[in-house]
């Protein structure tokens, strides 16, 4: 499967790049039009001022015959357009401008002696001011974009942490601290649409608190008025005669009071009011001598020893329901790691369904037709609430392939791996889970 390639940023570096683009484009717009608006002004102005000197020129040279401001008779150099216009008897001017350097300015008029005169000249000074200009222009887009990025920084920023304390109280919400909000989290002053979200949040929150609780409720009461005429049944079955129909009731009975009394802990488990009684113990040996009462056909094999602080009860009933689950719907051999504080349960049937392994365990699926045939679903479910209220974490995943040699024939599966992770820490008062890194 080829996974797209996406790239992550930040809220406020999006802020910040949109806000220093728009202010590059504003800069460089303005900076060409203040550029150009005065290199035209210039121009204009030079061609007026040679205009007027050319004047002046022509009274000095028909008065006196002297030729002022650098003034020629007939200058071979005389552009042709100039020609034109003098043999017309119309005085002109005439801009030789490439764009890059200083432009040459032309002016001529026709005398009553039939010859031209001219003058012109490049004006470097005064457009030795456009460098200047160029150069303040340059300077204030800079700041004018670097200001951008500041200013987007602060802005993106400050939006930026609001939505991560909502997605931090979200989390907390999700992981069933019921008196966290979203809105109260946020903080500020400043009401913009984060808020909204908030309070879209908060309220969504409540509703699915209220109707979960209603439903955990409900549960919970079928459960415990079931209890009761579930052990009366029970207890009315060890009357009856020896035999087989006897006997058919009993497990018919037992089956059923394992079932209201799972419903009961899985109600318990969805309340999130289930606490850890904390405990030192030895990891290894402890579970040597669980597996060897609940699964004696187990192979339990000791990578690294440590000591936990965790509720043995609970995780002993965690262990029992993995393994039950590997004996129910995998195939032997069942093994059982110890490593450090990671304990692996692995049996070598077909593997877990893709349903559990894609939204993890739900109560009365059984998984696929492979694993089907027995049981309601609730070993798992419950194995992963205690684990909740743990601190640790379980997760499920299938071993890859066959066994060397096996075939689907034989049955010779690598089979399905449940590894719960332990927290180095005791567990939160919500048994939210701890920060642990899982290898894919």
Known sequence: MRRRFALRTGLRWKVSLAIAAVSTLVAVVLSLVVHNAARVSMLDNSRTVMDERVKVAQRWYEQSRVLGFGAKLDDPRLPEQLKKEAWRGQRATYLEDSGTGTPEVWASVPLRNGKVLSVHTKFQDRFAVLDDL???????SVAVVLGGIALGVLIGDQLSRRLRKAATAARKLAEGDSEVR???????????????????????????QQ????????TADIAHELRT?????????ELLPPGRPTELVRDRAQAMRTLVEDVLEVARLDGFAERAELQEIALAEFIVRRVRVMAPDAVVTVVRDAHVSTDPRRLERIMGNLLANAARHGKPPFEVTVEGRILRVRDHGPGFPEGLLKDGPSRFRTGSKDRAGTGHGLGLTIAAGQARVLGARLTFRNADGLMDGGDEADGKYR???????????????TGSFPVIEVPD
Do not use: H, K, Q, Y
Request: glycine fraction near 10%.
């Open 229 to 237: 005429p579930v052990t009366g049944l029970l207890t009315a079955a």
């Open 134 to 140: 160029d150069r303040v222009l340059i300077i204030g």
């Open 211 to 218: 109707r979960l609780e209603a439903e955990r409720r409900v």
């Open 182 to 208: 979203v809105r109260e989290s946020i903080g500020g002053r400043v009401r913009d649409e984060t808020d909204d979200l908030a309070r879209a949040v908060d309220g969504m929150a409540e509703a699915l």
């Open 415 to 429: 089979g399905a791996v449940a590894v719960l992770w332990l927290p180095e820490s005791a567990p939160t008062n």
